[in-house]
């Protein structure tokens, strides 16, 4: 039996959360920031969660976290 891994694109871009769920960083944060009000970039500052229907997905990607 090979050795389980997990994806490594996958571990770089989610952390599990305490219940289970797992957050992720949003996007639209890198460039062109001038036209994007404050406010805007301060809420793509903070971080959000994977969708419900997601997470098994994420689950297999991530079998030790």
Known sequence: MPK???NRGAAKRF???AK???KRFQS???HILTKKSSKRKRQLGSPAY???ADVA???QMLPFK
């Open 20 to 22: 289970g769920g797992f």
């Open 15 to 17: 952390k599990r959360t």
């Open 57 to 59: 997905a994420v689950k």
């Open 4 to 6: 389980m891994k997990s």
């Open 50 to 52: 994977i969708h419900e």
């Open 28 to 30: 639209h944060r890198r």
